[in-house]
């Protein structure tokens, strides 16, 4: 069995990613990790600090897995394309979730800045990627901004539809 701080983060995420930021409670997250609440306390102060250290470990996989998948495409076209496969390969996985840091941006009120720093970062990296592929500034955040809608519209209707019209508007673009 792994150590209870992992226990309570596996668990955490995992219910946190499928049933949402608000609906998951710290006793919910306590019983199913089997831990004792004295013991979650003293590894996270909060419910907050264990949603930061979910979105940090959400990011890290989220870019590896990203990497990988888009790593064997060679020109800009392609890479920016398997941007987007990766969408449906991940709905696919993960059954049409959408992306873990824009449904906690929803739940979480104006004075929970430290979520929503780690959210900001996430995107920031996500837009640095498409700006660093494309050098005209506003074609990459308008890629950027199809990649990210198309995440929300396929979540929205659980499917890829959208993410395969999107990939249509980018070979127009590009």
Request: charged share 25%; net charge negative.
């Amino acid at each position: 069995m792994s150590l209870p701080r992992e226990r309570i983060l596996e668990t955490a995420s995992y219910l946190i990613h499928h049933q949402g930021y608000n609906s998951t409670g710290i006793n919910q997250i306590i019983k199913e990790a089997k831990v004792a609440k004295a013991t979650f306390y003293q590894h996270f102060e909060s419910k907050d600090m264990l949603c930061v250290e979910f979105l940090n470990h959400r990011h890290d996989f989220w870019f590896s897995e990203f990497s990988e998948f888009t790593l064997g495409s060679s020109g800009l076209k392609e890479k920016i394309l398997a941007a987007f496969d990766f969408i449906i390969a991940m709905n696919r996985k993960e059954n049409y979730r959408g992306c873990s840091f824009l449904n906690i941006l929803s739940e979480i009120s104006e004075e929970q800045t430290n979520i929503r720093s780690v959210i900001q970062a996430h995107k920031n990296d996500l837009r640095q990627f498409f700006q660093e592929l494309i050098e005209e500034e506003l074609l990459a955040i308008h890629i950027y901004m199809l990649f990210e809608s198309s995440i929300i519209e396929s979540q929205l209707f659980k499917s890829n539809e959208i993410v395969e019209k999107s990939k249509e508007i980018v070979k127009t673009l590009l």
